[in-house]
C-alpha cells in the first residue's frame, strides 16, 4: 500500500510511521505531520518543522507560529479553522535547507494530505512550499501577490512569516498577503482554468491588486487642500490610516481633513496625546499611536470604544500596529521626497475606502 491509497489523514499519518525514507527521519526527534481542521477550505504548507516544532510534534509553534497566529486573526480565522502541514515533515538538522532529494521523498505524503483535505486555496510559505506546489525555481518575492490556478486549486504564495522576525519591514508585507488571501477566500467557488504553470523566468500568475493610487504635493498648503477634499468625501464611520515618518505632513493632511468636515477649531500635533476629539456635523477622531509599544495596548484602553457611531477617525502612525487596525479603511502613506514635495500613497482596503479614494483622485485639483 502507498501513501496515496490513504483514504484518510489518519490512515496516512499510520502509513508515513517512524520514517527513514530520507535521512532526515535519522536525527529527527518525530515525524510533524500537520495540524488543523482537515476539512479546511485553507490550507497551509510551509517548510518544515523547526526545533521547537521537532519536540512538540506540531507545525508553526515558535515565534513565527505566534505570528502566524496573529495574522490569522487578522483576517478573521483561527488556527483549528484551517490545515497548516510542511514540505518535510521532519526537521533538518540545525533548520538547514532541506535537500531536493529530501523533499523529493517526502512531498508525496504532502500531495496525499492536499488531496484528502481538498482546500479550496493553497497558501505556500515562503520559498520552498511556493516552489514545490507552483513547481517553479522562481523565488516567493516574485511570486507573492499573485493568484495561481493548479489542478483547479487556488494557490496565493506569500511570504514566510519568519521573514518578518528578521526584518520588521516585513510585517505590513505580511499583512498585505493575508488581506489578499482572505480576499480570494470570499471569491465565489466556480472553477476556473488551471494557470499556466510560472517559469523561473516568467512568472505568471492573475495579479491581486489592492487599489492603490499616488498624489504629490508641492507645499504644506496643497497637502492640507487634498486633505480638506478628502474629509469633503468622508463619510460617517470613514477610518483613515496615516504612515510615515515625523515631518512627512500627517497633522497638515488630518488639518485638511477636519477643515472638509467643516471643523473650526484649530486641529494640532496630538503630540503626547493618544486621542483628541474634535466635534463637529460629524465628529473627528484624532489618533496618533506613536507611543504604544504593543498591539494589546489598544484592547486595555479600549481605543476603539470611545469612537462613536456617525464619526470620522484619522490614525497617525497606523501601520505600527497593522493587524490591528479596523479591516475597513484607507491607508495614506506620506513621504518626503523634496523639502516641500510630498508623495502620498492611498491604499484602500475595502470598497467603501476604494470609493473614497476614487473619487478623490478623480477630483483633484492638486497635481498628481
Ligand atoms: S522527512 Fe519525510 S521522507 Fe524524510 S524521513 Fe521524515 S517523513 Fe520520511
Redesign the pocket.
Known sequence: MSGADCQDLPSLRDH?GE????P??ET?TQ?VFGVGDPHARLMFVGEGPGKNEDLRGEPFVGAAGKFLDELLGSIGLTRAQVYIANV???RPPGNRDPAPS?IE??TP?LARQIELIDPVVVATLGNFATQYVLGTKAGITRLRGKLYRVGGRRVVPVLHPAAALYNGSNRSVLFDDFRRLRTVLERDDAPSPDSAPPTEAETGGEVLETPTRVLTTRSEDETVEVGRRLGALSRPDDIIGLSGGLGAGKTALTQGIARGMGIVEHVPSPTFNLLLVHPGERTLYHFDLYRLDAPEQLDDIDLWGTVEAGGVSVIEWADRFPGSMPEERLDVRLEVIAPSERRMTFVAHGERARVLVEALVAGQDVRS
Open positions: 508515513i520514517c527513514r525514507r530520507c532526515l527521519g529527527a515525524v518535510v515533515k521532519c529530501e521523498a517526502c505524503f
